[in-house]
Nanobody
Framework: QVQLVESGGGLVQAGGSLRLSCAASGRTFFFNAMGWFRQTPGKEREFVASITPIGGSTYTAESVKGRFTISRDNDKNTVYLQMNILRPEDTAVYYC???WGPGEYDVWGQGTQVTVSS
């Protein structure tokens, strides 16, 4: 059984930084990609960034490009999301996800709240 556990969320002032972590356990070796998504009340879940465990190819949403960076540490089975120059509109619950093949993500974490005050 695969489990994803996020950490690192919190309250920060606009312009500040946070680093989210996603620790994976279980059958992680076969992951095709891992990603970060975010969601605010009343809105659909939004893609933020993804990374392939093998090769390290990354994809980042235009809304956060240049401010957020996704990375991974395969030895620790952990994916990170470094968030800089945070804005109030970045406030959301951030979810880590993983998939074994192309298309939909198969496994989701419980989410971590990020709140950016103006």
């Amino acid at each position: 059984q695969v489990q994803l556990v996020e950490s690192g969320g919190g309250l920060v002032q606009a312009g500040g930084s946070l680093r989210l972590s996603c620790a994976a356990s279980g059958r992680t070796f076969f992951f095709n990609a891992m990603g970060w998504f975010r969601q605010t009340p009343g809105k659909e879940r939004e893609f933020v960034a993804s990374i392939t465990p093998i090769g390290g190819s990354t994809y980042t949403a235009e809304s956060v490009k240049g401010r957020f960076t996704i990375s991974r540490d395969n030895d620790k089975n952990t994916v990170y999301l470094q968030m800089n120059i945070l804005r109030p509109e970045d406030t959301a619950v951030y979810y880590c996800a993983a998939r074994w093949g192309p298309g939909e993500y198969d496994v989701w974490g419980q989410g971590t709240q990020v709140t950016v005050s103006s």
